[in-house]
């Protein structure tokens, strides 16, 4: 670390430490002006497009609030029924407006659904096959109910090599146009469903690092990778809506995600994008060209014991982020700068020891700050996010668990 990057990092922690000086640790913070500038920098890259607000990255109502008061973002993607209604609910509901961004089969959320009027208008549902209509159908009968919105998933993954090859995510059986169209036609013919949207999201393009650190070479395989998807899948999904188009009008299409921005602005088939993990601009996100974002979202620990020199033991830690296992699903310690987590241990559920030169300073009392490698997946660990404004600790925003929810 350069000693510029030094003095930043040293100047950050004091910063956070004196605004929450009173806490005990464990916590977590949100720092407002950082989520207000990673806010903005995600409206300027979405070129005039609306943003979606994807919820599990962000896991609190307060802070959806706040984000979607700005000029910019419209509407929530959700990812359960049950989250959607509780977000849609009531005279100030968080959004009118909430697409659940995966198939459910959520019987009871179902029924709530289509026994709740402001329900139906508000939440739109997902699906990639019509055995998904047969389960809302089984629930309550079309005749007995008002329609449900509907929204197509396409999926957006590169097929090469004649399909053997499968890059991207394992979504929707739903690929190309034809398949598009069969499926669209087949919710406009069934009573009780009404289409209004589609969506396709390009996660080999939009969630996978392109500059990951201290890996260049994997950086360029990977931005070949995506240039070659990008290419393909504007052609296809330009396809597709003209397909689904012409069997019923489509409110929106949804597509991209904070990794992938800009590139997915530019697709003329597109009506609007979603995004949230650069809201808090987690770990993760420091392997992206076109992500620029500040640390939002950030949790202290409490040193608990020196068990030996240079090795400083902070208690919990075993906060990982979900994906496939690897040192980039843990949290990382960065104030004070020069932390590590040790191979053999890792991060623990009660204890995690840390060694590098910062340890030598470090006493039983102090407090090590972590990045968690996720967005929202910070929220499952806290009742509340304290919010902090420069040097002053503003007040608290209660995430998810802290009003008692948990959707998966």
């Known amino acids: 670390m350069s000693r510029a990057s030094a003095r930043s990092a040293e100047a950050a922690r004091a910063r956070l430490d004196r605004a929450t ?3 005990d640790p464990p916590f977590a913070v949100v720092d407002l002006d950082a989520l207000d500038a990673n ?3 995600l409206v300027r890259r979405a070129g005039g497009k609306p943003v979606r607000v994807g919820s599990k990255s962000v896991r609190s109502r307060p802070v959806l609030r706040r984000v979607l008061a700005r000029p910019g973002f419209a509407g929530v993607l959700a990812y359960s029924l049950a989250e959607a209604l509780w977000l849609a609910a009531g005279d100030d509901p968080v959004s009118h407006d909430v697409v659940v961004g995966y198939p459910t089969t959520d019987r009871g959320a179902l029924r709530a659904l289509v026994a709740d009027e402001a329900a139906v208008a508000r939440v739109t549902l997902m699906v990639d096959s019509p055995a998904q209509l047969d389960i809302v159908d089984a629930v309550v009968p079309p005749g007995r109910r008002a329609p449900v919105r509907i929204c197509l998933d396409v999926d957006a993954s590169l097929r090469v090599a004649g399909g053997r090859v499968h890059l991207g995510v394992h979504r929707s059986p739903v690929h190309e146009p034809a398949e598009a169209a069969a499926l669209a036609r087949t919710v406009v013919a069934r009573p009780g469903f009404t289409l209004v949207g589609l ?11 392109d500059a990951p650190p201290r890996r260049p070479a994997r950086g360029l395989a990977v931005r070949g990778m995506q240039a070659l998807s990008a290419r393909e899948l504007a052609g296809r999904r330009a396809a597709v809506v003209a397909a689904v188009s012409a069997v019923a009008p489509l409110e929106f299409v949804n597509g991209g995600g904070t990794g992938s921005l800009e590139r997915t602005a530019a697709d003329p088939s597109v009506t609007e994008l979603a995004a949230g993990s650069g809201l808090y601009h987690p770990a993760l996100f ?8 500040r640390p939002a979202a950030l949790f202290a620990l409490p040193v608990t014991r020196v068990p030996a020199p240079g090795t400083a033991t902070v208690a919990h830690g075993g906060w990982i982020a979900s994906g496939p296992p690897g040192d980039d699903r843990l949290p990382r310690p960065v104030f004070p700068a020069g932390l590590r987590l040790l191979g053999t241990e890792g991060a623990g559920e009660v204890q995690t020891p840390l060694r590098g030169p910062a340890a030598h300073r470090l006493a039983v009392g102090d407090r090590v700050w972590f990045r968690h490698p996720k967005a929202g997946e910070l ?3 806290v009742t509340v996010l304290h919010t902090v404004a420069g040097t002053v600790r503003t007040g608290t925003a209660q995430t998810y668990r802290g009003e008692g929810r948990a959707f998966g």
């Open 199 to 209: 969506m396709s999201y390009e996660a080999q393009i939009a969630g996978v690092p």
């Open 286 to 293: 420091d392997g992206y060209r076109a992500v620029a974002g």
């Open 379 to 381: 929220c499952e660990h």
């Open 21 to 23: 000086a009173d806490l």
């Open 39 to 41: 806010a903005a920098d």
